[in-house]
């Protein structure tokens, strides 16, 4: 009897382990971001076709976003942004708009993100681009929230 009951006790003592650790890693994960830009950013700094934007954030549905810089190859462009507000929810727009210099306009179509408790960091891939654009603005509006900003995409950051 006193047998079974130290097995009962210790395969107890056994769960409440795996709970809380896995509790723990439930709190945690929304204070960490899972995906990191910054490799694919220094390599294309190294290729000399990111272009970094030094831009201020702007407030869309709530919720403030900034661009943070463009990958341009003269095939694709890459835009990355950042979004922030305190929630467990998306804090970038679902899709932008870009606008070159000739006035021609893309959509994204498609792209990524990674999202904690505090901010959003993505990016939107636009394939088959022209090359030789000269600048952007990246851009959407909805229901009479906008936000709009401008890039050059000239000399690149070889830093």
């Avoid at 998306?90 to 899709?95: T, V």
């Amino acid at each position: 009897m006193r047998k079974k009951i130290l097995t009962i006790l210790r395969f107890s003592e056994w769960t409440l382990l795996i709970l809380f650790t896995g509790f723990g890693v439930l709190i945690s994960l929304p204070f960490s971001d899972t995906f990191n830009f910054e490799k694919d950013i220094r390599q294309a700094k190294r290729e000399g076709v990111y272009f970094d934007a030094d831009t201020h954030f702007q407030t869309y549905f709530n919720i403030s976003v900034r661009l943070d810089g463009v990958v341009y190859d003269q095939k694709e462009i890459l835009v990355y942004m950042t979004g922030k507000q305190l929630g467990p929810y998306a804090k970038l727009p679902n899709k932008i708009l870009v606008t070159t210099d000739t006035g021609a306009t893309f959509e994204s179509m498609g792209g990524g993100s990674t999202t904690n408790a505090f901010r959003s960091r993505g990016y939107f891939h636009l394939k088959v681009v022209p090359p030789g654009i000269k600048s952007i603005t990246v851009h959407n509006e909805a229901f009479s929230e906008s936000f709009s900003f401008n890039i050059a995409l000239q000399g690149g950051d070889p830093s």
